[in-house]
């Protein structure tokens, strides 16, 4: 066991501390000529879609349908924003997105360190067992369990509150595999002798693991606020008061109610969009996109 | 290394052996307490929201009824029904249809973006961050952007198929290209997400093996694919997993887009499983419908994993 775990360590020392593998390729002028235009493609790919969007959603819906479609609005067009948060409850969608975002993020944050600590470092009975069940788990589809996931919490009252919304995505196994790998790769001699203090597993976890394993927190909680900030399905059941309903549902409604408004739309994806956006740069810093594949390693 | 095992300090030698069983059965006992209630908001979630669920499931795939009246116990009743129902066997193929176009198509280009971003000396983070603002958008919205770029009259696309002299195309309207073209659009959606999952792997190959293969004369085709995709195998164990598992649950979009149209050609084993309980209330059907696809996704990762399991 410990042996392994020195092994793991090695393995990850060794990455983490050598120069980036990208000093040791050897890259022709040519290659990388090619590798601009490649990104080149894959941006404008990714980015014209907006376009539409932000085109849009200054256009009043009259002047949308001109042929050949004019870029830039003009005059720029403020009623759809306006229109989007005095007729639609979208403040208190974007609330209810960030509110259950942010508590799922933090909640799993919480529980799935201290599982994967207790996975990584503890020996005990059964620990075979239950990592093996957590693991079979991953593999279960969410989307899957929409039917009998509805009546478990219809039965505990929660239909329409921000508890549907937040307990569910709390049982996704994912996480824990994630937190385990990155604790896996912490000597075990740091706790060892931190025991031999006298310290409690407790104090071991918030004291000297914790700290340790922040840049990968960091990347698991944007994989989590992301998962959540995008999730619609289940939302879409567990909710049916327009005034707890998230962004994603929210917007899917602005288009279904009676006419198609693109303008109205387009503001909601729009705005929508922004939260997300910041976030992401927020963290984007702290972003060293690591391996999240070591997690389901075993 | 120094190793201090906590069981062999100096209070060891004066204790009598039995003593010392008594003691260290008592550690454990406290290290397997301890190590559940580190587990155990974990294990109450997984009880309360997967076991009891997928427990439910199975049940209910012998029953009928529970919406409005009581349930009863009906057999093999609903296998039957899951097994002879056309839309039920369209919906299955149309969903792992959908999975065997996007999930190719997303490596592929995924790859090819990670390896240029790999290859390039700077410019590298606005570009990540340009390729992963589609990610961050709700499929829904990925799905609405693209009704704009795809519309007959005044998208992009169609723009330049009549500037082309063609006849516009109506994606979504038409039953061979509605599911291709949704699979595109969650591929436009996932790019950014397997790029930078592909670029942390690549990164974290060892260079000094490149230097080798290079001084052997091998060429950059030769050592993508004797070095780099071996190498890759971690990476890819984890990404064939979870995009079988997230893929096969295929509902936002079509759910946005198209409802399943035109005529059934996109109804997907989710939106079916929706259906049964919002449409036609219909559980045990729904029940079985969903444990199905449950079992589907548990047995394809677990043939994944035989297949890519490591071999030395």
Do not use: C
Not at chain 2, 215 to 232: K, M, Y
């Amino acid at each position: 066991m410990t042996a392994m775990h020195t092994t793991e360590h090695k393995k990850r020392g060794a990455v983490a501390s050598k120069d980036r593998a990208r000093s040791g390729l050897p890259r022709s002028r040519p290659a990388i000529s090619l590798s601009y235009v490649i990104l080149f493609v894959g941006v404008a790919i990714a980015l014209v879609p907006f376009l539409y969007v932000v085109s849009t959603s200054f256009k009043e819906s009259t002047s949308l349908f001109s042929y050949p479609p004019d870029w830039i609005p003009s005059p720029i067009f403020w009623g759809n924003f306006e229109s989007l948060f005095a007729d639609h409850p979208f403040a208190q969608w974007t609330f209810n997105t960030l509110f259950v975002s942010g508590a799922v993020t933090a909640l799993k944050l919480w529980f799935d360190s201290m599982a994967g600590y207790a996975l990584a470092k503890m020996e005990f009975a059964g620990r075979r067992g239950v990592a093996l069940l957590l693991l079979l788990s991953v593999a279960i589809p969410i989307s899957a369990l929409i039917i009998p996931m509805f009546f478990v919490v219809r039965y505990l009252g929660l239909l329409n509150t921000y508890w549907a919304l937040i307990l569910p995505p709390l049982a996704n196994p994912l996480g824990i595999f994630m937190a385990r790998s990155f604790i896996v790769g912490i000597p075990d001699d740091l706790e060892a002798s931190a025991r031999l203090d006298g310290a409690s597993e407790f104090t071991i976890y918030r004291k000297i693991v914790l700290p340790l394993i922040r840049p990968g927190l960091v990347v698991l909680g944007m994989f989590t606020f992301m998962l959540q900030y995008t999730s619609f399905i289940w939302p879409l059941i567990a909710v049916q008061d327009s005034d707890r309903q998230v962004l994603a549902v929210g917007i899917s409604g602005l288009q279904s109610a009676f006419l198609q408004d693109w303008g109205l739309l387009s503001a909601g994806m729009l705005a929508a969009a922004i939260p997300i956006t910041v976030v992401f740069l927020l963290v984007q810093r702290a972003f060293v996109f690591n391996d999240l594949s070591g997690a389901l390693k075993e | 290394m120094t190793h201090i095992d906590p069981g062999l300090t100096g209070a060891q030698m004066t204790l009598s052996s039995e003593e010392h069983r008594r003691l260290a059965k008592r550690y454990r006992r406290r290290t397997t307490l301890t190590a559940y209630a580190f587990l155990g908001p974990n294990l109450v979630a997984f009880v309360v929201f997967l076991l009891i669920p997928v427990v439910w499931l199975l049940v209910s795939t012998f029953r009928t009824g529970g919406v409005l009246g009581p349930a009863e116990f009906v057999g093999l009743d609903n296998w039957r029904d899951t097994f002879s129902d056309p839309l039920a066997r369209t919906s299955i193929r149309n969903t792992v249809l959908y999975s065997a176009m996007a999930i190719p198509a997303v490596f592929i280009i995924a790859m090819i973006l990670a390896l240029a971003l790999h290859a390039i000396p700077r410019g590298g983070a606005p570009i990540r961050v340009a390729l992963y603002l589609p990610t961050l958008q709700p499929a829904v919205v990925a799905a609405f952007i693209f009704t704009f770029v795809l519309h007959p009259d005044f998208g992009v696309i169609n723009y330049a198929v009549r500037w082309l002299g063609g006849d516009p195309i109506n994606f979504l309207g038409d039953t061979t290209l509605a599911l291709p073209t949704i699979a595109g659009i969650e591929v436009w959606r996932g790019t950014g997400f397997w790029t930078m999952m592909f670029l942390a792997g690549l990164t974290a190959l060892p260079g000094e093996l490149y230097h080798a293969a290079e001084l052997d004369g091998a060429g950059a085709i030769r050592r993508f694919i004797r070095l780099t995709l071996p190498l890759l195998r971690p990476t890819f164990y984890f990404a064939v997993i979870f995009a079988t598992i997230v893929n096969l649950q295929l509902f936002d979009s079509v759910f946005a887009l198209t409802d399943g149209g035109p005529v059934n050609s996109t109804v997907s084993v989710s939106l079916y499983i929706y259906r049964s309980l919002f449409l036609f209330g219909d559980i045990g059907f729904g029940a079985t419908l969903s444990f199905l696809l449950v079992i589907t996704v548990l047995l394809l990762t677990g043939l994944q994993t035989y297949l890519l399991r490591d071999r030395k």
